[in-house]
């Protein structure tokens, strides 16, 4: 309260002025008003990867999070071409030694935010979310409603405020088979059948290397576009990985079939065209194949191919 609070608030309505929403492309166009209904979509990346990444945190002296969400950030960049991106992260919330052992929820929200250009390499991306990270997390006490309705924010019932994806890192130890007196617990799975935000990203350390899961709004996204998102998620890293001091324009991401169908498939537009007929004769065979299908819209008024056929014909008579 008083000071400290609004020396706070002060610090995250400079940081969040002017905040745009992330428009990635969707499958299908969006809702007037949000759904909750949502999938999940898990994938595991090898032990190799998964050790390589945490040795490349080690050697740029940043968290293994830090890292994942700079790699996430390339990705949304890469996706929507906006150079502004805005990521939510949940964070403990417990700075003081007195709620360390309190059982509850104090989990806050956080929202960092990062500008990209094609022209900074990704270990200055990886700088900058270092530095956006360590201020946040010294503001994070701030509860997010309080932060939402501080900015006097333009609400839109279709999407959430300050942030539409959210990056989530777990790397606390789980304890199977814990014991309670004469009892034990055990972890059950469940049907994953929402999603909060349009997009969010899981990374879970595991001994068998990091574990990603991308929980995803279904009225935006089928899961075909969900899987293909996991696997160009898996070339960055190896981009990363492979060099790091790369301007992020030059990170790749995309897999070597879709290579060959952008650079290759999509230009194969050779059409052979019939030398011994004319354009009319086109045109006329076009006439017999498809008499009612529209030929010519101009000003609201359309024509089909039969009458485009007869009113040229009646043109070329007179």
Not at 160 to 182: A, I
Not at 204 to 231: C, D, H, N, Q, W
Not at 300 to 305: A, Q, T
């Amino acid at each position: 309260s008083g000071d400290i609070l609004e020396e706070k608030l002060r610090y995250w309505k400079e940081k969040l002025e002017g905040i745009e929403p992330l428009e990635l492309p969707t499958d299908y166009p969006r809702p007037r008003i949000q759904s909750i209904e949502g999938s999940l979509n898990s994938f595991s990346l090898s032990k190799e990867l998964s050790l390589s990444l945490t040795k490349l945190s080690k050697e740029k002296r940043v968290t293994l999070f830090m890292l994942m969400l700079s790699i996430y950030k390339v990705l949304l960049y890469k996706y929507t071409g906006q150079d502004d991106i805005s990521v939510g992260t949940p964070i403990a919330n417990r700075e003081q030694e007195e709620v360390f052992g309190l059982i509850g929820f104090f989990v806050n929200t956080l929202v960092l935010r990062t500008k990209l250009s094609s022209e900074i390499s990704f270990d200055e991306l990886l700088v900058h979310v270092k530095e956006t990270s360590l201020e946040a997390y010294a503001h994070q006490d701030v509860p997010f409603e309080k932060v939402v309705d501080h900015l006097s924010l333009e609400r839109d019932q279709s999407r959430s405020p300050l942030f539409q994806t959210m990056f989530v890192f777990q790397n606390n130890d789980k304890k199977e088979g814990l014991e309670l007196g004469s009892g034990s617990l055990e972890s059950v799975g469940i049907d994953h059948v929402s999603s909060k935000f349009d997009l969010s990203l899981s990374v879970t350390v595991s001994p068998e290397g990091l574990v990603f899961g991308f929980e995803y709004a279904k009225s935006l996204f089928t899961e075909a576009t969900i899987f293909r998102m996991g696997s160009h998620l898996e070339q960055l890293i190896s981009s990363v990985v492979e060099d790091s001091s790369l301007a992020i324009r030059d990170l790749g991401y995309l897999l070597e079939e879709e290579k060959l169908e952008i650079l290759e498939g999509f230009n194969d537009t050779v059409v052979s065209y019939p030398q011994e007929k004319t354009v009319i004769d086109l045109f006329e065979e076009q006439v017999k194949k498809t008499p009612e299908n529209i030929a010519l819209v101009f000003e609201g008024e359309e024509l089909i191919y039969k009458e485009l056929d007869a009113r040229s014909n009646q043109v070329a008579r007179y």
